[in-house]
């Protein structure tokens, strides 16, 4: 296994349930790393652009109103193995087909407003990263 990075986003859900500082924890306490992280408030535009591979799909529309309807947290993760292990710690998409302890069967209210993000991929992490963080915005290297 080798140190990866992955891209997470506390969801808008997230923030308005006030759960940034718990769900925040959670992830530090299962051993991920903070390397870069931000609030900021996409657009439908920008939503939009970041899931512009479901663009096709019938939730789409409803997906990219919902990640912009209100503040949310990007943060670049990095771990060994962490793109696996984090799908592994958020749960299903769906959060009634989520492992119990997992953060969408904790806190999630349905498929659409789920809380969080993780990337599918180390390719596509890094697709994710780069729409949220400029270089400089990382504050440490794999392997540091
Ligand atoms: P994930 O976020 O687990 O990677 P995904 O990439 O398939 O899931 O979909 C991106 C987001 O789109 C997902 O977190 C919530 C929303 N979504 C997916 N399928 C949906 C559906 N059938 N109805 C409503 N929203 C859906
Ligand atoms: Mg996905």
Known sequence: MSVERTLTILKPDCVKKGLMGEVTKRIQEAGFRIV?????RLTPTTAGGFYA?????????????????????????????????????????????????????????????????GSDSVENGLFEANYFFAQSDIVALVGE
């Open 36 to 40: 870069a992280m931000k609030m900021i």
């Open 53 to 117: 591979v479901h663009k096709e799909r019938s939730f789409y529309g409803e997906l990219c109103d919902f990640m912009s309807s209100g503040p949310c947290v990007p943060m670049i993760l990095e771990k060994e193995n962490a793109v696996s292990d984090f799908r592994t710690f958020i749960g299903a998409t769906n959060p009634a087909e989520a492992e119990a302890g997992t953060i969408r069967a904790d806190f999630a209210d349905s498929m659409g407003k789920n809380i969080i993000h």
